[in-house]
T-cell receptor, first 117, second 112 residues
Framework: GAVVSQHPSWVICKSGTSVKIECRSL??????MFWYRQFPKQSLMLMAT?????????EQGVEKDKFLINHASLTLSTLTVTSAHPEDSSFYIC?????????????FGPGTRLTVL | GDSVTQMEGPVTLSEEAFLTINCTYT??????LFWYVQYPGEGLQLLLK?????DKGSNKGFEATYRKETTSFHLEKGSVQVSDSAVYFC???????????FGQGTILTVHP
């Protein structure tokens, strides 16, 4: 299957700083990218949906000014956690999606572990 | 709204044992159902899927049948291997393409 990478794989930052996480689809052009958040021993929670060249659509309860999403190209989406606080510590996972002749396909990145001190 | 409930883990089995991981869902309409697997340090990978009632998804010896009457999609494998040790997620997709609702994940550990 296709490969989706995330960078960095883990990051530790101080409270109040901003952190950018990149999600790249390495060998296909993703119409849509999704950002999920996973708390320990809990499910993945969808944060937002981003389409190339347009504003992201955020799920209810997700602060769009806190979690800035940019989808600059069909192969790159970025999530910036602004003014991070310890409660933002989590595992962030992206996925890349595209329609196909037989339906659609979706591939997930390996995730980024964010720890805010 | 849509929701998925998986059996609590972790699950620990001996090699060649039978595996069942229960998954039930709540959704409006006719969702598509998925099982994803996450190996350590890797991204989620699609294991199998079913798009309509009574469909059976299968892959790598794993099977799951879409049961609309019981709103379930239980994952089974007749003989697990050590290499099956991973986290397994049940998920559904409703009317919005690509948007998945996940269960909480079940950690499976298989001992030799």
């Amino acid at each position: 299957g296709a490969v989706v990478s995330q960078h960095p794989s883990w990051v530790i930052c101080k409270s109040g700083t901003s952190v950018k996480i990149e999600c790249r689809s390495l060998d296909f052009q993703a119409t849509t990218m999704f950002w999920y958040r996973q708390f320990p021993k809990q499910s993945l929670m969808l944060m937002a949906t981003s389409n190339e060249g347009s504003k992201a659509t955020y799920e209810q309860g997700v602060e769009k000014d806190k979690f800035l999403i940019n989808h600059a190209s069909l192969t790159l989406s970025t999530l910036t956690v602004t003014s991070a606080h310890p409660e933002d510590s989590s595992f962030y996972i992206c996925s890349a999606w595209r329609p196909t002749s037989g339906g659609d396909e979706q591939f997930f990145g390996p995730g980024t572990r964010l720890t805010v001190l | 709204g849509d929701s998925v409930t998986q059996m609590e883990g972790p699950v620990t089995l001996s090699e060649e044992a039978f595996l069942t991981i229960n998954c039930t869902y709540t959704a409006t309409g006719y969702p598509s159902l998925f099982w994803y697997v996450q190996y350590p340090g890797e991204g989620l990978q699609l294991l199998l899927k079913a798009t309509k009632a009574d469909d059976k998804g299968s892959n790598k010896g794993f099977e799951a049948t879409y049961r609309k009457e019981t709103t379930s999609f239980h994952l089974e494998k007749g003989s697990v291997q050590v290499s099956d040790s991973a986290v397994y997620f049940c998920a559904l997709r409703g009317t919005s393409y690509g948007k998945l609702t996940f269960g909480q994940g079940t950690i499976l550990t298989v001992h030799p």
